[in-house]
T-cell receptor, first 115, second 114 residues
Framework: AQKITQTQPGMFVQEKEAVTLDCTYDTSDPSYGLFWYKQPSSGEMIFLIYQGSYDQQNATEGRYSLNFQKARKSANLVISASQLGDSAMYFCAMRDNFGNEKLTFGTGTRLTIIP | GAGVSQSPSNKVTEKGKDVELRCDPISGHTALYWYRQSLGQGLEFLIYFQGNSAPDKSGLPSDRFSAERTGGSVSTLTIQRTQQEDSAVYLC????????????FGEGSRLTVL
């Protein structure tokens, strides 16, 4: 069965600093996808970044990058040059590409950017 | 619009009443999910539909909860005999077949049980 673990319930980071949000996963399937979503206080779920298990390079999207370490089963999100608008809940998720392909979410990390 | 549409956006009901929440996914998306999110908490998986396959109901918390998806499109989540602990935001998401499997979320239905 899939499992996603986010061990940081909350983080406080100074504005303009980089921040790493941890995510580890467990699956027996060789093919899977990893996702990060942002949920600001408004409640909407915003897709940030995707990493496929066979991708050779770490995914990047603007200030977001995914530090994918397959052997360690980790998929940490790195936000560079943090901004006040980055304050939100961040969820890591995984989808197995075999079986029923269901997307499973972690419990989330609440990130607060301090001015 | 072209996004996932949920209704009602807000629902206040009395304990013991039944409620229905509706989700209209993006046209052509084969996968549809329901999640529940209590205040300040994570996403609790409820049910997953994928095409014509039998739905994955493993997340439904009790037999008071049920969901159906008609014609592979619109889905209705029904909560019978609501309890105060059912108060939460119910999020629906859809995803196309193939691709990365990215979920597209609706804005949610906020349920308050008095």
């Amino acid at each position: 069965a899939q499992k996603i673990t986010q061990t940081q319930p909350g983080m406080f980071v100074q504005e303009k600093e980089a921040v790493t949000l941890d995510c580890t996963y467990d699956t027996s399937d060789p093919s899977y996808g990893l996702f990060w979503y942002k949920q600001p206080s408004s409640g909407e779920m915003i897709f940030l970044i995707y990493q496929g298990s066979y991708d050779q390079q770490n995914a990047t999207e603007g200030r977001y990058s995914l530090n994918f370490q397959k052997a360690r089963k980790s998929a940490n999100l790195v936000i560079s040059a943090s901004q006040l608008g980055d304050s939100a809940m961040y969820f890591c998720a995984m989808r197995d590409n075999f079986g029923n392909e269901k997307l499973t979410f972690g419990t989330g990390t609440r990130l607060t950017i301090i001015p | 619009g072209a996004g996932v549409s949920q209704s009602p956006s807000n629902k206040v009901t009395e304990k013991g009443k039944d409620v229905e929440l509706r989700c209209d996914p993006i046209s052509g998306h084969t996968a549809l999910y329901w999640y529940r999110q209590s205040l300040g908490q994570g996403l609790e998986f409820l049910i997953y539909f994928q095409g014509n396959s039998a739905p994955d109901k493993s997340g439904l918390p009790s037999d008071r909860f049920s969901a159906e998806r008609t014609g592979g499109s619109v889905s209705t989540l029904t909560i019978q005999r609501t309890q105060q602990e059912d108060s939460a935001v119910y999020l629906c998401a859809s995803s196309p077949r193939g691709g990365t499997g990215e979920l597209f979320f609706g804005e949610g239905s906020r349920l308050t049980v008095l």
